[in-house]
Nanobody
Framework: QVQLQESGPGLVKPSQTLSLTCTVSGGSITTSYYAWSWIRQPPGKGLEWMGLIAYDGSTYYSPSLKSRTSVSRDTSKNQFSLQLSSVTPEDTAVYYC???????????WGKGTLVTVSS
């Protein structure tokens, strides 16, 4: 059973960088052909896919967030991370990490973590 757990600060100030880590257990993030995604849901709005890192380390980003988003990984810890720069209050959301079946949808999700952007 694959499990994912998000971690990171729950409060970030405007203009700073939001950093979150997803720790994966029950499966390796280097296993072909899975990818590992970050998704967010602002209060009262729908889910927004942000970006992913594939089993081979390649990355893909949402065009609307590409300039501010970076996804990386630490294979020794079986973790992948999200960095979102120059945040504003509009980036307040519940952030989820998930396993991505190479374009066929996500099958395992973390519980999500609320990040609030406020001074």
């Amino acid at each position: 059973q694959v499990q994912l757990q998000e971690s990171g600060p729950g409060l970030v100030k405007p203009s700073q960088t939001l950093s979150l880590t997803c720790t994966v257990s029950g499966g390796s993030i280097t296993t072909s052909y899975y990818a590992w995604s970050w998704i967010r849901q602002p209060p009262g709005k729908g889910l927004e896919w942000m970006g992913l890192i594939a089993y081979d380390g390649s990355t893909y980003y949402s065009p609307s967030l590409k300039s501010r988003t970076s996804v990386s990984r630490d294979t020794s810890k079986n973790q992948f991370s999200l960095q979102l720069s120059s945040v504003t209050p509009e980036d307040t959301a519940v952030y989820y990490c998930a396993r991505d079946l190479s374009g066929k949808g996500m099958d395992y999700w973390g519980k999500g973590t609320l990040v609030t952007v406020s001074s």
